[in-house]
Structures are given as C-alpha cells and as structure tokens.
C-alpha cells in the first residue's frame, strides 16, 4: 500500500541543473531510508545516492560526489536530489526508492517500494 511518486525530470543541457523530488505516501514508515537509482538504455539500473531516515548521513555513487546533493524532508517521507553540472552521461531513467532500514545502502537489494521512474535528459 506504499505509492512512490518521482517528479523534477526534463531536458537540459550539458552543465545545467535539475531538481528532482520523491513523496513516498501509504503506509510507509518514518524509520526508513530514501535512496535514488537510475538507468540508462542497455544498462543496469545502477546506484545514485541515499540518505538515512534521519538525514545525518548521505551516500553517493563516486560518479556524482561534488554535483549531487540529496536532501530529505521528514514530512510526508520526502526525498529530494538536486543535480548540478549535469554531463550527458546523467541522462537516464530515475527512480526513487524507499528501504527497509534507516541506512539502507547502495544495493537494490536494500529497498523495498521503487516509482516509476522520472526522465532526465541532457544534451551535449
């Protein structure tokens, strides 16, 4: 009974900024982390970033530390990635997910209710 809503996607171009926004909304615990995924065309969906219940400990992909920030706002169990210097590598499918722990790591395995997805484009 848990819904997972992703917004904030679009085309930008290559050095540019996008706010993405989650709201996890049912029956979802308060005691969970939030976490970001996303996957390209022909690849593994594959980790971005998370954040613990409690928003005192962040996780990044090496591939964006230093571009990305994630944030989470306790109220309504939602999450959000601000994306800046955005590459043309980015550009994928992103989903926000909710795990079962408060420091759910950087596995899909660590997560339990995923949206559908929000599309994020960048051109070069």
């Known amino acids: 009974q848990v819904h997972v809503v992703e917004s904030g996607g679009g085309l930008v171009q290559a050095g540019d900024s996008l706010n993405l926004s989650c709201t996890a909304s049912?029956?979802?615990?308060?005691?969970?982390?939030m976490g970001w995924f996303r996957q390209a065309p022909g690849k593994e969906r594959e980790f971005v970033a998370a954040i613990s219940w409690r928003g005192d400990n962040a996780l990044y992909t090496d591939s964006v530390k230093g571009r990305f920030t994630i944030s989470r706002e306790y109220a309504k169990s939602t999450v959000a990635l601000q994306m800046n210097s955005l590459k043309p590598e980015d550009t994928a499918v992103y989903y926000c997910?909710?795990?079962?722990?408060?420091?759910?790591?950087?596995?899909?395995?660590?997560?339990?209710?995923w949206g559908q997805g929000t599309q994020v484009t960048v051109s070069s």
């Open positions: 049912g029956r979802t615990s308060s005691n969970n982390a």
């Open positions: 997910a909710v795990g079962l722990s408060p420091y759910s790591g950087p596995l899909i395995s660590g997560y339990r209710y």
